[in-house]
């Protein structure tokens, strides 16, 4: 049996039948060039969630700059299979001189198996799953679409025979397995973006968070090796502070960054820091602090595996000033009582226990950051390794990734290619571009790529005062071939040499110990990191 939609222009009919069939299937399968949110809540989200988390389900659309990649992604999350059941065709954007041109998975495409009722049926025709094809309210498009009943075989779902149900499952399975349709996943949020960015953003601009960067040095010379730092992971950090603590506190946003060196010296001559993110657990003011709170407890923090504190005045090499806080590791039983009681008695006005999220450690100079801690190496090197700990790595940060601005339209974005994939990977896609579409990477915009060490991929730069804490060793270290131009694109402009006509207007902005400033989105960034 066939039926034709719509009879009429613009109708609900195709909607009504398909929500129907949904509610009796026992598999769903989709190949639909475009699907919207809005066009997910015309079908019915908890409708298309229960059949899609059946045996044998699986949906496939084209990522495009109209519906972008959330519709999936929220979808997928809301299945919440452990195998995902969605996926994007990654559009490589085609240029001709003549008209763009999409090159698409364009199918509109539906398969359900309904054996209690002993048929297989089949959608096919014009209609997308967004707001303007399946809603009768506002702006509509003009759609057509069949609806073919068959006898239930459960060859189908395998693509076998030659009946319409089993050639459309063909269809279906090949257009699964093309290396250009990426899992909607979480974890693939990245590699959505990035092709976002390249093939929809005219002027991109960058996902954000707000933070503070707390600036420290240890204190100590005694001898540490960088696990000592997984210490902090469970235990925190408390921070104790006076006029510095009252932003913080009145800040909505909780996360921060603290940037630590090991030494002044490290911190005077812009060598790269450890990197520590972390997040406000605890706010705990003194009474004589001059903000409100609802925290009185007098109770301490207790438990902490490192403490900040003080207040040290450093010049950098570039002659700017900049203020940096004390950082002490600490060990046995620990509160902040106890703590203070070691720097005087007095109260703080401003208590913070901060939960430590992620450590990563420079790119560059990890050799050198620790070569002063011998006696710690030496013991690193002396204890029995298994095979997975010799070639264990640990997280690093790249400081062509890392910026700071004062606000977001201060960020900068460095195009990329296309989007970060594996070399396997890279050479798979490429192979179904051209084998499948007969597209190379000379018509695309937008390409996967594995290509890390060559150049740097979708980072965003910005011109801050707090780089000069960073990167004044960048030209004599590897990244300057690594990144070629862009390492003096990211070295923040310094003023000329000060007349003494103008010396007031190019006065040095001094560096606090706290700043407040924007960077890329964390979980993105230290993601990054990691992997």
């Known amino acids: 049996m066939t039926t034709f939609f719509s009879e009429n222009l613009v109708s609900r009919e195709f909607v009504e039948r398909l929500q129907g069939d949904l509610r009796e299937c026992l598999m769903c399968r989709f190949l639909v060039a475009y699907v919207s949110n809005a066009g997910i809540c015309t079908i019915g989200r908890p409708l298309l969630v229960d059949a ?29 299979s452990s195998r995902a059941k969605l996926k994007y065709f990654m559009d490589p954007i085609v240029r001709t001189r003549r008209e763009p041109r999409l090159v698409l998975l364009h199918s509109k495409l539906i398969y359900l198996a309904i054996p209690s009722q002993g048929k297989s049926v089949v959608y096919i025709g014009s209609h997308n799953w967004t707001g303007s094809a399946l809603s009768d309210d506002g702006t509509v498009n003009a759609e057509a679409s069949l609806r073919i009943e068959v006898p239930y075989d459960t060859e189908h779902a395998y693509g076998r025979g030659d009946s319409i149900a089993g050639q459309v499952n063909r269809h ?38 707000d933070a503070f960067i707390l600036l420290a040095v240890l204190k100590d010379a005694e001898p540490i090796s960088p696990s000592i730092f997984d210490e902090l992971v469970d235990k925190g950090i408390y921070l104790r502070t006076d006029n510095t603590g009252k932003r913080m506190y009145l800040a909505e946003h909780r996360r921060l960054i603290i940037m630590l060196w090991l030494s002044e010296s490290d911190l005077q001559n812009g060598q790269q820091p450890i990197l520590i993110r972390c997040r406000r657990s605890t706010d705990a003011p ?34 700017r000033e900049a203020q940096a806080f004390d950082f002490a590791f600490q060990s046995g039983p620990t509160s902040s009582q106890s703590f ?20 990563v450690f420079p790119a560059f100079g990890m050799d050198e950051l620790f070569s002063s801690q011998s006696a710690s190496s030496e013991q ?8 997975e700990q010799k070639s264990a790595k640990p997280p690093c940060w790249y400081p062509d990734s890392f910026a700071v601005a004062n606000k977001r339209k201060d960020f ?59 990167l004044h060793g960048i030209e004599h270290q590897s990244l300057a071939t690594k990144v070629k131009d862009f390492a003096k694109a990211l070295i923040p402009q310094l003023p000329k040499e000060a007349s003494e006509e103008d010396g007031d207007k190019r006065t040095l902005q001094a560096i606090t110990r706290v700043q407040h400033g924007v960077v890329r989105q964390l979980d993105e960034l230290f993601g990054q990191w990691h992997e």
Not at 435 to 462: Q, R
């Open 172 to 209: 279906l399975l090949e257009a699964k397995d093309l290396p250009a349709c990426r899992d909607a996943v979480e974890s693939n949020r990245q590699l959505f973006e990035q092709w976002y960015d390249k093939g929809c953003r005219t002027n991109p601009s960058p996902s954000t968070d």
């Open 380 to 387: 690193a090197r002396a204890e029995p390794q298994g095979d």
């Open 286 to 319: 003194d009474v004589s602090a001059d903000v409100k709170s609802t925290n009185t407890s007098p109770s301490p923090i207790e438990g902490f595996g490192a403490a900040i504190f003080g207040s040290k005045k450093l010049t950098l090499w570039s002659g």
């Open 340 to 359: 203070d009681t070691t720097l005087g008695g007095r109260a703080p006005k401003y208590r913070f226990h901060l939960e430590v999220m992620n450590v």
């Open 412 to 470: 900068a974005f460095i195009g990329i290619n296309g989007y970060l994939v594996g070399e396997e990977d890279e050479q798979s896609i490429a192979k179904c571009f051209k084998d499948v579409f007969s597209i190379t990477e000379n018509d695309a915009t937008v390409w996967p790529t594995s290509k890390t060490a060559e150049e740097p991929l979708g980072n965003f730069v910005s011109s801050h005062p707090l780089h000069e804490t960073y």
């Open 52 to 80: 899609m988390s059946k045996t044998g389900s699986f949906g496939i659309s084209s990522l495009s700059c109209s519906c972008g990649f959330d519709p999936l992604l929220d979808l997928q999350g809301a299945i919440g």
